[in-house]
């Protein structure tokens, strides 16, 4: 299994910087496509970014310029960077891990970091 715990959210201005981290336990980190997720008051939860095992990296079209996803295996952490912060990124931000396309299906959630953005 794979236990993720995000953090770094919180109430930050228009305009601002902010990196949030995911870290994870377990064996499955190094194999694991991860990715961060949003949801937003009243809205489905969307895909934010991904990352593949090596590296690749795969972003909503809303947020590309503005978000950068990075991954540490060393540290089994992955992070999301997001600049230019704006009131339209304001959601729960979810950290999640599944499975590569030759691995049997698995996908494991955090329990989200809010991220508030407001002057």
């Known amino acids: 299994q794979v236990q993720l715990v995000e953090s770094g959210g919180g109430l930050v201005q228009p305009g601002g910087t902010l990196t949030l981290s995911c870290a994870t336990s377990?064996?499955?980190?190094?194999?694991?496509?991860m990715g961060w997720y949003r949801q937003a008051p009243g809205n489905q939860r969307e895909l934010v970014a991904e990352?593949?095992?090596?590296?690749?990296?795969d972003y909503h079209d809303s947020v590309k310029g503005r978000i950068s996803i990075s991954r540490d295996n060393a540290k089994n952490t992955v992070y999301l960077q997001i600049h230019s912060l704006k009131s339209e990124d304001t959601a729960v931000y979810y950290c999640?891990?599944?499975?590569?396309?030759?691995?049997?299906?698995?996908?494991?959630w955090g329990e989200g970091t809010p991220v508030t953005v407001s002057s």
């Open positions: 999640n891990a599944r499975n590569p396309p030759s691995v049997i299906r698995y996908s494991y």
């Open positions: 990352i593949t095992p090596d590296g690749n990296t």
């Open positions: 377990g064996s499955l980190f190094g194999i694991s496509i």
